[in-house]
């Protein structure tokens, strides 16, 4: 059975990507939202079954911010501080933060309460650090630090005996800049790194000289390629943050006319990552169509075949995604000849996992089975989830597109934002596992700089390979030659 070729050479996009049909996940629920039966109102807040679904930007920013008798869950500090830039800058949030702080703080020193005045300012000091722990890059801006500063010195006025607040703050200082220096440091990084280079040259030579190293020459073993791949997925997707994925539906948001400093920045973090698939996929199909002989691109598809079944073990289903799109790009497929001396039921199996009918339910529920191993395991290898980032990427447009912001009452939609934010915390979880594999740098520096062929390269080599069969193959042909001697 021949794998059928695809038209174009296949990109993936992050922030364009199309709205995916319903999925059979159940994300994105119907009537999102809506008040329904067991709603309740706190003044500007709506609640149903005890959990808060809706309310005016006012009382969800009023919402925030502790009382004496009163200090906010961490699940909705997470998903308020992550969903609030969809409608207004981190540091204007700050700014109004700090406002409320002062009102509430005028109201308990006219009082003259004390003890009730240092244990509400202890409290907006953990929300403050709560704050900078969980998103530091909000106070890159300036203007942030600078109402970061006004709201620590209003609260420790009343710090003057043991000076506990102070300590605190200055604890949470240090903290932050630590985190916003490593955080410039990795940007000044990856500035400095650049996409492999892509083979101009090979247009002109398709076939390297047979003495040029290729991937079987370096890693000739599935199960340590497929573990290199997790160790370069898993740093590279750890230079992720949850404000960055949240510019998703900021980006997409035509209403929303702020942008907050730094966001190119991460929006460049999402496609850095995103690159790096597209990379991977070209890489594949580079190691098969460079290969001049046909028993030694039938060993290299079934090479990678192995090596992508590895990944899916691993739970690794970004890389092995990747490689089964090099597989399917068409200078690949279309290599009939070389298709028929490999054995395919693997690979025909990681293509029903990999199945996009139903919006890849199945390869979802691959998926939610890696993400319960996780959940129950008991060494760091059972704990790697690596998601297929274009379709989570999706999965958040989706959800954001289905749902409006503010439903009908003018109140924001927060039963959205909850869904949400956890979908990104639980992203956010996968990234977090250190890589249990013992790293090989001479593999890694080979899957990270090999040359890669364009598009016409690949072509020249695959047509070079095995003649072109049909009158399409044979006009393209004839342009690739044209194209070459003009060159010359």
């Not at 949030?93 to 308990?108: K, P, S, T």
């Not at 949240?246 to 966001?263: A, E, L, P, T, Y």
Request: net charge neutral; charged share 25%.
């Amino acid at each position: 059975m021949f794998l059928e070729p695809q038209e174009t050479m296949p990109q993936t996009s992050i922030v364009f990507s199309s709205i995916l049909g319903p999925s059979c996940s159940g994300q994105g629920q119907p009537g999102m939202g809506e008040r329904g039966s067991g709603a309740g109102s706190s003044g500007d807040l709506v609640f149903q079954e005890g959990r808060l679904i809706s309310g005016s930007l006012e009382a969800l920013m009023e919402h925030l911010v502790p009382t004496v008798d009163y200090y906010p869950d961490r699940t909705y500090i997470f998903t308020f501080l992550l969903s609030s830039r969809v409608f207004i800058p981190p540091h204007d949030l700050l700014a109004r933060v700090g406002q409320i702080c002062l009102e509430r703080r005028q109201q308990l020193e006219t009082g003259s309460e004390k003890a009730k005045l240092k244990s509400f300012s202890a409290k907006i000091v953990q929300l403050l650090k709560e704050w900078t722990e969980a998103f530091p890059y909000d106070f890159q801006d300036e203007k942030a630090m600078a109402e970061l500063k006004v709201i620590t010195h209003r609260v420790t006025q009343c710090d003057e005996e043991n000076g506990t607040v102070k300590k605190a703050i200055a604890q949470m200082t240090q903290s932050l800049l630590l985190s916003l220096a490593a955080r410039n440091q990795l940007q000044e990084l990856r500035e400095k790194l650049r996409s492999p280079a892509m083979d101009k040259g090979s247009v002109l030579k398709a076939k390297p000289p047979a003495t040029q190293k290729d991937i079987l020459g370096m890693c000739c073993d599935p199960l340590v390629l497929a573990q290199q791949l997790t160790h370069i997925e898993l740093e590279r997707v750890s230079s992720i943050h949850p404000e960055d994925l949240m510019q998703i539906v900021s980006h997409m948001d035509s209403r929303d006319k702020h942008r907050c400093r730094g966001d190119l920045t991460k929006t460049y973090s999402l496609e850095a990552y995103d690159n790096w698939f597209n990379c991977l996929s070209m890489l594949v199909a580079t190691e098969v169509c460079r290969v001049v002989k046909k028993k030694h691109r039938t060993r290299m598809l079934e090479f990678f075949i192995d090596v992508a079944r590895e990944c899916f073990n691993i739970g690794n289903f970004n890389s092995m995604m990747a490689i089964i799109s090099g597989m399917n790009l068409s200078p690949v497929a279309r290599l009939k000849k070389t298709w028929s001396k490999v054995k395919t039921a693997k690979f025909d199996v990681l293509e029903h996992h990999m199945d996009p009918s139903s919006n890849f339910c199945n390869y979802r529920t691959a998926l939610q089975g890696a993400t319960q191993r996780s959940q129950m395991a008991n060494s760091s290898r059972e704990k790697i989830v690596i998601p297929v980032f274009n379709l989570f990427v999706k999965d958040i447009y989706f959800l954001h597109k289905i749902h409006t912001n503010h439903l009908p009452s003018g109140h924001v939609n927060f039963k959205k934002f909850w869904e949400i934010s956890r979908q990104i915390h639980e992203f956010m979880t996968w990234t977090q596992v250190e890589c249990p594999f013992e790293k090989d740098k001479k593999i890694q520096n080979y899957l990270l700089t090999a040359p890669i062929y364009s598009e016409e390269a690949l072509f020249i080599a695959s047509f070079e390979s095995e003649g072109p069969e049909n009158h399409m193959e044979k006009d393209s042909w004839k342009t690739l030659r044209t194209t070459l001697l003009n060159r010359a």
